[in-house]
């Protein structure tokens, strides 16, 4: 007769107890190894010039060695060295060369490191001009890679770069489709980033085949320019450039020149007030002067190139017979052409003179 046996596997307690010990000491271990580490080239702004960029990394855990290879465009930038690297890559020696338009970066450490989220690095290069990318070389077998002692590590890059911050001036005055513009005018424009220098171009055509006016290396953001052809239509523009970077061409704006019978007078029948406004053109402050054929009080009234009304002013004091002369302030007006009107309320007239004027605003 055969014996039959039950077979029993018997876990003692304290084997339980340490299996499971050695499990969660081991977890951090497990978690880490199979974590992917982010690679992360910041993308910055900025003039032409000694820049830096931070390499930054996520889930940093049980490396123990570095193999990077970073591209960049030689004609926009050049590498020129690294700064603050993390203090935990002093347990290994770290490589670092730039060869080739490309950064290489080695390192390795028979003690495996953990620094989690933050900067590994610090890259510096000079930059040249428009917008630079660099970019991993994923592309190349053990170029872009991290390891623990074992194996490689699962890895993710992504790129940055330098993006430009010259960029175009926008043009002030003459505003686009202004009128009657005066034949000796200050064009003026906004003032760029970066302390450029900036080049005018004016023409008698959108496409700028027919240039009249062309300056260059222009430090200021004003420009005089004399002896325009009246009743003449130009279109101009502005670019600004530093280093070996030029920015695109402003958008260009249309003006119109004021006709050969007179500058800026716009009078009805009763216009005896000889009206005349100093500077012309004005910022902020200016003076009003003009004659009363009789004791009168007056208002200002400032018109824009649409006929809108922007501004008006009404003295509370009334006027002598004469000359007469006042202080206006019109820093609140955005650069432009305006319509300066001036009424003379005397008994039993009113008289009216107009006078385009140009403001300048800050």
């Known amino acids: 007769m055969l014996n039959s046996y039950n077979t029993n596997i018997i876990i003692r307690p304290n084997s339980y107890k340490k299996t499971i010990a050695i499990f969660i000491l081991l977890l951090p271990y497990v978690l ?3 974590q992917t580490i982010t690679t992360t080239t910041e993308t910055i702004t900025s003039c032409p010039g000694t820049v830096t960029i931070p390499i930054n990394v996520t889930n940093f855990n049980n490396v123990a060695s570095i193999s990077l290879t970073l591209e960049y465009s030689g ?4 590498y020129i060295g690294f700064k603050n690297p993390h203090p935990q890559l002093s ?3 770290l490589l670092i060369n730039g060869i080739n338009d490309k950064v290489i970066i080695s390192w390795f450490s028979l003690t ?5 989220s933050t900067t590994l690095l610090e890259l510096e290069f000079d930059y040249f001009k428009d917008d630079a990318s660099l970019s991993w070389d994923t592309a190349t077998s053990g170029n872009c890679q991290y390891s623990n002692s074992l194996s490689n590590i699962p890895a993710l890059f992504i790129d940055g770069g330098v993006n430009s911050l010259l960029t175009h001036p926008d043009l002030l005055f003459p505003q686009d489709q202004s009128t009657e513009v005066p034949l000796n005018s200050i064009f003026k424009w906004s003032e760029s980033d970066c302390y450029p220098s900036y080049r005018i171009q004016v023409s008698k055509d959108s496409v700028f085949s027919d240039i009249i006016i062309a300056a260059t290396g222009l430090s200021d953001t004003a420009y005089t320019i004399n002896n325009l052809d ?3 239509v130009y279109f101009w523009r502005v670019n600004a450039s530093i280093s070996q970077q030029t920015s695109p061409w402003s958008q260009a704006t249309k003006f119109s020149t004021i006709g050969p019978v007179g ?3 716009h009078n009805n029948q009763n216009s005896i007030l000889n009206l005349s406004i100093s500077p012309n053109p004005i910022q902020d402050q200016g003076s009003i ?3 009363l054929p009789e004791p009168a009080k007056i208002s200002l009234l400032f018109h824009d190139i649409s006929g809108r009304q922007v501004y008006e002013y009404f003295p509370n004091n009334k006027y002598d017979k004469g000359s007469q002369m006042l202080t206006i302030n019109l820093s609140e007006l955005p650069t432009g052409i305006f319509t300066c009107e001036l009424k003379a309320y005397c008994n039993n007239q009113i008289y009216i003179q107009r006078k385009k004027i140009i403001v300048f605003s800050d």
């Open 230 to 232: 009246s009743n003449t």
């Open 112 to 116: 495996p490191i953990n620094i989690g």
């Open 263 to 265: 500058i800026f007078e």
């Open 289 to 291: 002067m003009f004659d």
């Open 91 to 93: 347990s290994g020696p």
């Open 32 to 34: 880490s190894s199979t």
């Open 75 to 78: 004609v926009m930038m050049d």
